[in-house]
């Protein structure tokens, strides 16, 4: 098994993929050159969707199926990234190689990037365009959606993708190197595709949606208390607040991992976010997050992404710290 994959190796791996990640995200060049790790995995497991998941096949055969097609994705992205991890300790460059790789994984510089459009195009181009941007981060119909409820769709996706598109891999990668990482990422695009509760899904993506559901749990709560620590650092911003919010909140949630950080930003805040929404024509009727005002604004989306700046700078403390106590 390659050192790469215990601390502190993987630590270092960690350090060097969010470092590589916020400075320069994931260039336009390269994926339009190779894609991405994430289409990769998606392209498997679309194949594997068409070629496993049998219309009229009876419940027990398709969550059997799903959970094949799970396990192939697996040994698939384990076998791929062992091999690599392997091959550049080999070559004397385990750690710059995997953490430069590495570095596609979390998504630190693009969720900023994303929502900040929200704010910038709610500004310039009033609800239309504020309407426009938020439909690119968040699946729920733009056209239900008025001012305030753009703001909060956009806040809510940068807490909830603040904890699974940046804490969560980076989690799986100081715990494992890059193969645990990319275990994790594997996991959750199998989710975001074959994980829904829809007739073609509900049997064949059960076993992908109840592993996300596991691997998220640590990152949901190590995210909250990132966003908890940042509002100390604020003015403004209710430390308080977001312990209270949390501690009241996040189980009511329906997902068992995104209340934590909705509840945290929320709270940190003074906002109520989550509560009733709409996907397609479907309403969905979700609990609040945070007791504070409903009424969000774009002066809001700004002031949470001052917040996830700062917690992902906590982040990075808490992974160089960890590195430093791990060294022999």
């Known amino acids: ?8 190796d993987s630590l270092l791996v960690l350090a060097l993929a969010l470092a590589a990640e916020a400075a320069f995200g994931y260039p ?9 790790p994430v289409t990769w995995i998606g392209r498997l497991i679309a194949a594997l969707d068409r070629g ?6 009876a419940p027990a055969l398709r969550h059997a199926a799903g959970l094949l097609a799970l396990a192939l994705v697996l040994l698939a992205v384990a076998a791929g990234t062992l091999q690599f991890a392997l091959m550049a300790e080999a070559a004397g460059a385990g750690i710059l190689l995997c953490g430069l790789v590495a570095a596609s994984l979390p ?10 459009r929200v704010a910038a195009d709610l500004t310039d181009g009033g609800l239309a365009g504020g309407r426009r941007a938020v439909s690119m981060i968040v699946g729920r119909n733009p056209e239900t959606l008025d001012e305030a409820a753009v ?46 509760r829809t007739p073609r899904h509900a049997a064949f993506g059960w076993a992908a949606a109840r592993l996300d559901d596991l691997v998220n749990l640590p990152a949901s709560r190590l995210t909250a208390a990132l966003l908890i620590g940042a509002a100390l650092l604020h003015p403004g911003c209710s430390a308080r607040g977001a312990v209270r919010a949390v501690r009241r909140d996040a189980r009511r949630h329906r997902s068992p991992n995104a209340g934590w950080p909705e509840a945290a930003m929320a709270g940190a805040l003074g906002l109520r976010l989550a509560g009733p929404r709409i996907y397609g024509a479907t309403r969905v009727d979700d609990h609040w997050m945070g007791d504070g005002r409903a009424e969000a604004n774009a002066a809001d989306i700004t002031r949470a992404l001052a917040l996830y700046r700062t917690a992902c700078g ?8 960890a590195a430093f106590v791990a060294l022999p």
Request: net charge negative; charged share 15%; with cysteine.
């Open 107 to 116: 998504a630190q510089r693009s969720l900023h990037d994303h929502v900040a």
């Open 314 to 321: 906590l982040l990075w403390g808490l992974v160089l710290a």
């Open 52 to 57: 496993l998941n049998r219309e009229g096949a």
């Open 1 to 8: 098994m390659p050192a790469l994959l215990h601390p502190p």
């Open 28 to 36: 336009d060049r390269l994926y339009r050159a190779l894609g991405h």
């Open 151 to 196: 703001c909060r769709a956009a806040i809510e996706s940068l807490a909830e993708n603040f904890s699974d598109g940046v804490v969560a891999p980076a989690f799986w990668i100081g715990a494992a190197g890059l193969p645990g990482g990319a275990l994790y990422k594997a996991v959750n695009t199998a989710d975001s595709m074959i994980g829904h």
